[in-house]
Structures are given as structure tokens and as C-alpha cells.
């Protein structure tokens, strides 16, 4: 089949939506399909990937955006593909879907953060963020339009789409594939005891990970609050770790650990391309979401068998499911937090979710995703057909 994918920038260097994109577009054209991105610019090529840059246009971010819409719809309406598939909302694709959750959902997120901070921003951002007001009245034409298929990477965004915009008919949940190591791979042992000999760790320690580019978004504040409640309750959990990686921006996170007693057990990592390395060393897998629409690094630990502590706020939190996971309240339920981190500090109890996390890890495998992707296009051709 024919399939254009939309989305502003084509440069996976951004992570998110651009490497799922990218990794989408491969596979499909590597079964065999025809496969076009637009975008507004390309930092990727693929000899399979016909990229076609639309260019930008306009001076502010909100124009150029409106003119990016405009283009590839005017392209849809002229070309013969058989799937359109959109990462922004375009008016006229086949389908809209949003990596980051709708616009009224993420904004929510930021009052339940901090809601007297945040209904500020909420209010100011209303008037001043003329690129949001665009996106958002966007989203409102696509989601009205009952043609159009609202894809969801988890079933919390679902949820949005019928809070917010009323809209139950035409959304489909799919979950987002990972493209992870073997959970046997025979370097993981290898890489376990370099990691954790540097920590200064012993192998009857517990060692809980986090990974995430928005520290405060993700939870580290709480992740970090919950770990020195644990030292405090119990004496020996000073002998475990908590890592942070993927953000330079860590020093006020640090300070916060060492006001709080636990700055040697708390461990900041930085940028790093070798995550893997760091699921090896780890134990269990912490990420504390005010908002996250799926949270695919919750998904590579499952892969490898690591049980998480997860909020209702991360959208995969709900496929933890039997025992894959512990999943909390909010982050701010900082006691069930470090409740849950004693729990899982048991060996004999965290190989019972390790197990059951590898029980359905191939429900997140990136070949697993591609073939319900390429069944939902299917049936959207068929339903054009009818």
C-alpha cells in the first residue's frame, strides 16, 4: 500500500514522535510498502523513505506551522495515497496521532503539578501561545471530523479524546513497540557488575533506575524524597541506589538529595547512549509521571524483565498489569512510593514481577506494533472502500 506519514521535523535526534516515525516508516517499507514522510524539514534519510520537505515558512512558530497544515493537506487532497497518517492534526488524514496526548490533556497535567502555579501559566499561556491555540483548534476540527481515526498510544489518551472532545467512536489504542536488546543478552551480565562496581554496590543491594530528559515532569524530586523515607524507616536501604539518567540538568536534584541525607545514594548519570547498560545494573524501574502518554522507557524495562513503580499518570501504567508493577496514586503519594520500593527491595518478591514482566513483554515488541499498525490500515481502507 501507499502511506504518507506527517509530522513537522523529520530528525530523530529529537527522540519521541521522530523515532517512532522513523522506525515506523523502515519497517514498512521494508515489507514491502511505499512509504512518504512530510515534513517541514529532514535531518534522516533512507534509501526505502521517499522524504519530501515542504519547507518553513513564515517568521513565528505558530505561521509556520499553519502554512506546514495547509501544505500537506493540499498534498493529501492531490495525491492517491491509500493511508495518511498524521502525528499533528491535519485536516483531511485518515488519522491523527498524538504522541504527547491531546492539548487540553497536557495542559491539565501542568494544574495538577502545581495548581496554583499552574493555573496561572494555564491562564497566561491561553492568551499568549498563539502556536498551542492553533494546535488545539486543530485538534478540535480533526477530532469532530468522524472520518478520521484518533490513534492512541495508551488507553489514558483515549480517555482524553472522550473527556475532552466527547469522541468514543473511531479511537483505537495501540501501544508503542520498543526496539530493546534479547532479555538474555549475554553482555548483560557483563554489564551489570561493571555498573554496579562503580556504584560501589554489593549484589544483595537494591538498585532502582530512572531515565528521563524532564526531571521534574518525571518525578525525580519525589523519586529522590521517597528513597531518603526509605534510609530513614529502615537503616540498611542506605545501601541502595537510586540512578538518574538522560538529562545534564541535574544539580538542583542533587542538592535536593544531599539536604535530604541521601546524596550518596542518589547517582546522576547525565546524557548517555548506553541505557542499556544501565537496565542491567538496575533492579527495579522508577518513574514517577505527573504526565506521560505512554512512556516507553516503561516498556523497555518490562522487556527485560525489571518491574516498575509507575503513577496513574503515565499512560502505560495500565499495561503493568498482574503484577508487572507496582503503580501509585500520584507522585506526591511519596509514603506509597517508598512503600513500594520496600517491596520490591525483596529479591524473592521482585523475581515474582520479573517474571510476569517477561510474561508479556512481546505485547511491546516493535514487530508486534508494526503488524496492528499495518491491521488498522487496512481497515480504514476497507471502511473507505464501503
Not at 529529537?14 to 512509504?35: D, F, N, P
Not at 501542568?110 to 502555579?117: A, D, E, G, H, Q
Not at 538498585?207 to 531518603?228: P, S
Not at 537503616?235 to 541521601?262: K, M, T
Request: net charge positive; with cysteine.
Amino acid at each position: 500500500m501507499k502511506i504518507a506519514m506527517i509530522l513537522e521535523r523529520m530528525n530523530p535526534f529529537r527522540g519521541g514522535k521522530e523515532v517512532y516515525t522513523a522506525q515506523l516508516a523502515s519497517a514498512l517499507a521494508q515489507r514491502g510498502h511505499r512509504v512518504s514522510i512530510l515534513c517541514q524539514s529532514a535531518q534522516w534519510q533512507d534509501k526505502a523513505v521517499e522524504v519530501v520537505v515542504l519547507g518553513r515558512r513564515g517568521l513565528l512558530k505558530a505561521a509556520r506551522l499553519k502554512s506546514f497544515v495547509a501544505n500537506a493537506g493540499a498534498m493529501i487532497a492531490q495525491s492517491d495515497w491509500d493511508i495518511t497518517h498524521a502525528m499533528l492534526p491535519v485536516p483531511g488524514a485518515d488519522i491523527y496521532h498524538p504522541h504527547g496526548g491531546t492539548v487540553p490533556g497536557a495542559m491539565q497535567a501542568r494544574v495538577r503539578r502545581n495548581p496554583i502555579l499552574g493555573r496561572a501559566i494555564q491562564s497566561v499561556e491561553k492568551s499568549l501561545n498563539f502556536r498551542r491555540r492553533l494546535v488545539h483548534g486543530l485538534e478540535m476540527q480533526v477530532v469532530g471530523d468522524p472520518r478520521v481515526t484518533c490513534l492512541c498510544v495508551s488507553p489514558m489518551v483515549a480517555r482524553e479524546f472522550e473527556t475532552y472532545y466527547g469522541r468514543s467512536q473511531g479511537v483505537r489504542v495501540i501501544y508503542n513497540g520498543v526496539q530493546a536488546p534479547p532479555h538474555n543478552l549475554p553482555e548483560r551480565t557483563q554489564w551489570r557488575q561493571e555498573i554496579r562496581h562503580c556504584l560501589g554496590c554489593d549484589p544483595g543491594d537494591t538498585v532502582f533506575l530512572t531515565i528521563a530528559t524532564n526531571l521534574a515532569l518525571k518525578g525525580v524530586r519525589e523519586a529522590i524524597i521517597a528513597m531518603a523515607k526509605c534510609v530513614a524507616s529502615d537503616h540498611s536501604a542506605c545501601r541502595n541506589r537510586l540512578i538518574v539518567v538522560g538529562s545534564d540538568q541535574y544539580e538542583g536534584f542533587q542538592r535536593q538529595a544531599q539536604l535530604r541525607d541521601v546524596g550518596e545514594q542518589v547517582v546522576f548519570v547525565g546524557r548517555t547512549d548506553q541505557v542499556f547498560r544501565y537496565y542491567a545494573a538496575a533492579d527495579v524501574f522508577i518513574l514517577l509521571s505527573w504526565y506521560d502518554s505512554c512512556g516507553l522507557t516503561l516498556l523497555e524495562a518490562t522487556r527485560w524483565g525489571i518491574p516498575s513503580i509507575t503513577t496513574r499518570y503515565a499512560g502505560a501504567s495500565e499495561a503493568l498489569v498482574d503484577g508487572a508493577g507496582i503503580v501509585v496514586r500520584s507522585p506526591g503519594d511519596t509514603r506509597a512510593v517508598a512503600e513500594a520500593m520496600t517491596v520490591l527491595a525483596d529479591p524473592s518478591i521482585r523475581s515474582q514481577y520479573a517474571n510476569r514482566c517477561l510474561e508479556i513483554a512481546d505485547q511491546f515488541s516493535h514487530t508486534r506494533h508494526v503488524d496492528q499498525v499495518l491491521s488498522l490500515y487496512e481497515e480504514i481502507i476497507r471502511s473507505k472502500k464501503a
